[in-house]
């Protein structure tokens, strides 16, 4: 497929640019993301401990748990959005198709173009219409588009989050005009605009209705043909529905680090797995 | 039975007779008839500061009286609480349009073509204009903005973006609220004693005046940028980051657009805040009779200083200096009511779409 092929040659394109990558991974197959003996602290507070995981490339990995155990920071981590916080900082390694994103010389705001996210919350810009928000990758980063490479960005974007025929006659409208789960696709639009490798969902979900919900998971199912989606999610039957892998994350008590209890495909989490505390947790006995 | 069950849950309360609409107003105009009464009996005058005060309470104690009747005690406090806060309202109101209706009233009487055309150039009694001192307060106000919006915006920046709740962020924090109470005509002194040091003693000028209005000006800039910026919800700033945009430009493309109205709104206040002041400009930009161009030598005269002179030294016949201070005055609160209109107009076509 051309698209396909495109993205190859635009990752490769990316690759020199980010010049932190070693030249074996460029145009080979992408590997996903390698998590290895992951720490995560706020100041002296230590949020999640030695989390190691590997995620699948053009896969969905869910990421479930009771609140506060750690998901979203575990999330935030992999594209260095926790670094928001101050005095958030990591120990152990996090790599990107064999690139350490937290390797000495690593500039966090290349990081965020390969790895792209979606909140919880739909956040297009107030100040941008639909076509603006979707370009605002782009524009953003005064990268020079020319108006018709720029319509077939919004085109293709808006398509592939599923809203392009919703909104194709009022591109010029504000963003923050459409229903929730529209801003949401949106949101979805603008972070795919930008190409990235990888694409994490932060509960996108949470604060739709199920009419919406579904729109979001059928697309997600199509968009793991090309991208590597990593999802937090409290709604377990989601995460059976579209995730191919699981991870279940825990806490001990409020102030004790979360952890990751076991993670296996998602039919084995939810059918099988091998820890009690996940059975308790995915059969409804507790969070 | 059920006929009786239907009986007492009509007897819960939960009907009562309210007091009709005109009961309230009437009860008002009724407390200022009687207070006016006992004022004419009393004091044989009838002032209106008296009849108000008997008045309000009067009021209050009638509406109360009357509610609790018909209504029971819980509507009663309610229209009496509803009384004090419209009392007190009209309380707070009181000054602003007496001031306002001063001016203009008294203001009018020389509110003609060439209050706008002539200066005070050899005017000792009739005629004169204050063309000089509208040119004055242009030069004067628009240095010291330009001089303090960009470094109390760049200032209100870093305290919301960067400094956030380090050391330097509350030092600069509290250096501006202690700024914030700066006397104005400590604020002039500082200018004029830091201009004396390079032009001489006695040395005044119209670029005095704006340094001494800009110390007053950048801690209101800094204060409401920092109000605005805050008010950004932090959402957008992350939807930038995780786009990998860098935080420079997602200040400058995302938050800064988002609250471009606000801070337009803070800015015309400082500038508003600074165009009436007297004090400073009396000792840093003195009095001039004649137009001065040149904010870098030779005295200015503002509108409140020409205001202020009109009645310290009105000349012969006086009124005539108190009728252009008065003119000057209300051109003042006309300059300032134009300033807030243009920032609402511009703040309305820039505020972000959605949000209209």
Known sequence: MSFETAKMVDQEDKMTTTDTSPAESAGTAPEGMRVHNLDIFYGNFLAVRNVSMDIEPRAITALIGPSGCGKS???????????????????????????????PGVDPVVVRRQIGMVFQRPNPFPTMSIAENVLAGMRLNSKKLSKSKANEIVESSLRGANLWEEVKNRLDQPGSGLSGGQQQRLCIARAIAVQPRVLLMDEPCSALDPISTMAIESLMLELKSSYTIVIVTHNMQQAARVSDRTAFFNIDGTGQPGYVVEMDATEKIFSNPTQQATSDYVTGRFG | MTSELATTSLDLGLSSRPLSRTTIPAIAILSLVLAQIVTRVFSGGGSVVATLVIAGPTNLAITYVVSRRREGSRRAIDRMVTAVVYSLMTLA?????????????????RFDGELFTSTMRSVVGDGGGVKHAIIGTVIITGLAAAMAVPIGLFTGIYLVEYGKKSRLARLVVSMVDVMTGIPSIVAGLFAYALFSQFQGPGARSGFAGSVALAVLMTPIVVRSTQEMLRLVPNELREASYALGVSKWRTIVKVVLPTAVSGLLTGVSLAIARVIGETAPLLIAAGLAQDTNTNPFSGRMTSLPVMSYYGYAAPGFPPEAGYDRGWSAALLLIIIVLVIFSVSRILGRVLRPKGLR
Do not use: C, K
């Open chain 1, 73 to 103: 920071t575990f999330l935030r981590s992999l594209n260095r959005m926790h670094e928001e916080i101050q005095g958030a900082r990591v120990e152990g390694t996090v790599t990107l198709d064999g690139v350490d994103l937290y390797g």
């Open chain 2, 93 to 109: 109101l009181a000054p602003l349009v007496s001031v306002v209706w001063t001016t203009v009233d008294r203001g009018l009487a």
